[in-house]
């Protein structure tokens, strides 16, 4: 998913960077930053669903915007690694 026509310019190396990695890996840090957005209040999760693929994850933000990301099969150990390194990233830029 080519993302970076959408973001700020000091974002759009992060994601050329994720745009280049296997989808596996995009989908791990896409549903990611749907839970870091959660954790700091900038979303809500609002709903969970079962699919043939997993659990679809669907998320509200503050500004009204909805959107629905898979929930990579990972066990808590990496989601939690993932989600630490995650954290480290964005709060380094100032995006949480």
Known sequence: MDMQNNLPLEAQALAAHLDAQPRSIQV??????????????????????????????????????VFTLPKPPMDTDTETLVMEMLRNILEEEGWL
């Not at 791990?28 to 930053?33: A, S, T």
């Not at 957005?37 to 693929?53: H, Q, R």
Request: aromatic content about 6%.
């Open 28 to 65: 791990i840090v896409q549903y990611c930053v749907g839970m870091a957005m959660v954790e700091s209040g900038k979303a809500e999760l609002i709903n969970t669903k079962p699919s043939e693929d997993g659990t679809l994850c669907t998320f509200e933000t503050v500004a009204g915007d």
